[in-house]
């Protein structure tokens, strides 16, 4: 249904790129990114709506991150610049239950690991 790409081993200030490829029949969800550092909650980082004219992030990445949609290639990206240690976390891309950006998907992707070295 979903995938994650793109995770690795950065130092803090570097810019790294995350890939969701997911399936055709997800083409009209909106799609999320949430993160899970570890021993603490998983968290909403962005989110953008089926054509990604819309789009939403949490406070704590607002300026830094950037989340994008490609319909032709069933891709969001989510652009990470300026990176720091607290971004280190298994990154997890989802979808909603339709084109609402209501921060609840239903559908979840395996994650990927980013980790911010200091």
């Known amino acids: 249904q979903l995938q994650a790409f793109g995770g690795g081993l950065v130092q803090a200030g570097a810019s790294l790129s995350l890939s969701c490829i997911y399936s055709?029949?997800?083409?009209?969800?909106?799609i999320d990114w949430f993160r899970q550092a570890p021993g603490k909650e998983r968290e909403f980082v962005a989110a953008?709506?089926?054509?990604?004219?819309?789009?939403m992030y949490a406070e704590s990445v607002k300026g830094r991150f950037t989340i994008s949609r490609d319909r032709t290639q069933n891709t969001v990206y989510l652009q990470m610049n300026n990176l720091k240690p607290e971004d280190t976390a298994v990154y997890y891309c989802?979808?909603?239950?339709?084109?609402?950006?209501?921060?609840?998907?239903?559908?979840w992707g395996q994650g990927t690991l980013v980790t911010v070295s200091s």
């Open positions: 989802a979808a909603e239950q339709g084109n609402f950006l209501r921060r609840r998907p239903v559908t």
């Open positions: 055709r029949r997800l083409s009209n969800n909106a």
């Open positions: 953008t709506t089926f054509n990604g004219g819309d789009s």
